[in-house]
């Protein structure tokens, strides 16, 4: 068994996390993650603050085990933080913007987690009291930033005492094995865990990242207006090669007002928000690209539609061949790491 600072800090069994996955991350991926000894995490954006609370009381019925949530700090965030401190979520995991909530979490015992993807940003979630920081290195689905995991772990382990959780490019134990070497506390794995037989990815974009290598993934900004890295398929070839989505974001924006369950004056008040946001704000062009390439992730994985349709993945989907159970995934890639770091012992031991 690897036990490490982020194994003890959650009260889990294995130094494991599920990516908090816009549209994936549903409460049967996350309980089962962590019923197999891993954190899993319950990803709220798709939820208004009611769903997003009875989703947690579905995940308390799955397991008794600690759990995350993860909350985008824009528009809505106040909300749904509210509702994660008043339902005492052991683990509150945050993307963007800055913590204002983390003495409230840690005075019902919780403990909360930063998403980052610069070391400086690492530094900074650590100073504000964050009790681990996420790194997440350029292989990564969706946001991660121009340094790879190899260079940008060990140069935040050296700058923050808090865990580290590595992101980017890790999917076996061979990777868990590295990323402990570089100073992290453990892995989180996105592309990998939606990859098993128990992920609500829909079979046809599970058969196109069995097929996939390691160069078939697409960095652009044109997916939702930030730099994000996506699988190589019809619809991101479209969306690379078109101009600005105009009509499609217009549509878009009609169909995640619905889903979010908004009137038409909350929902310009969210998107006036986002625009305000200080060094976090999202511009109205970067929203027509966001609102136009979420309801295109939403057909890849829910619909399975390859000609329109996108899905997030990282470069580690070129290293992935099979769909086990999560189970089994989290028990090969703890027996691995074992075996990796006793056969470097091994390598190294003095005559």
């Known amino acids: 068994m690897l036990t490490t600072r982020m194994t003890e800090l959650f009260g889990i069994e294995h130094p494991i996390m599920l990516a908090g996955m816009n549209w994936i991350t549903d409460p049967d991926l996350v309980a089962v993650v962590c019923n197999a000894g891993g954190l899993g995490v319950f990803a709220t954006a798709r939820c208004t603050p009611d769903e997003m609370r009875e989703n947690l009381g579905m995940i ?10 993860n909350v985008i700090l824009r528009a809505g965030a106040p909300e749904k933080i509210k509702v994660a401190i008043e339902e005492k979520v052991p683990i509150v995991n945050y993307t963007l913007g800055k913590p204002w909530f983390i003495d409230q979490v840690h005075a019902y ?15 900074a979630a650590a100073k504000l009291g964050c009790d681990a920081v996420i790194v997440t290195g350029h292989e990564a689905a969706a946001h991660g930033d121009k340094a790879t995991s190899l260079v ?18 890790f999917y076996d134990g061979r990777g868990l094995a590295a990323a402990l070497s570089l100073g992290a506390e453990g892995i989180s794995m996105g592309t990998r865990f939606m990859l098993t037989k128990e992920c609500l990815l829909h079979e046809n974009f599970k058969k196109l990242c069995l097929a996939a290598t390691e160069q078939d993934t697409v960095y652009d900004t044109v997916f ?9 398929s019809k619809g ?5 090669k078109r101009g600005f989505p105009l009509v499609e974001a217009f549509k878009a924006a009609g169909q995640i007002r619905k889903v979010l369950k908004l009137t038409y004056p909350q929902f310009i008040a969210m998107s006036f928000k986002m625009m305000t946001a200080g060094e976090d704000s999202a511009s109205l062009w970067a929203q027509a690209r966001q609102g136009a390439g979420t309801v295109r992730a939403m057909k890849g994985i829910y619909e399975g539609d390859l000609e329109e349709g996108i899905l997030y993945a ?7 061949n099979d769909i086990p159970t999560v189970k089994e995934l989290i028990e090969r890639v703890v027996a691995e790491a074992e075996q990796t770091l006793a056969s470097l012992h091994s390598k190294v031991r003095k005559k």
């Open 152 to 169: 940008l772990i060990p140069i935040a382990a050296s700058a923050v005492k808090v865990p580290i959780i590595a992101a980017g490019g």
């Open 60 to 69: 308390r019925k799955l397991t008794t085990r600690p759990f995350g949530v």
């Open 109 to 123: 015992g919780g403990k909360v987690i930063g998403t980052t993807a610069l070391a400086k940003h690492a530094v």
């Open 314 to 320: 990282g470069q580690a989907v070129g290293g992935i």
């Open 236 to 240: 991101t070839e479209a969306m690379q």
């Open 224 to 232: 939702d207006g930030m730099l994000g890295r996506a699988l190589k």
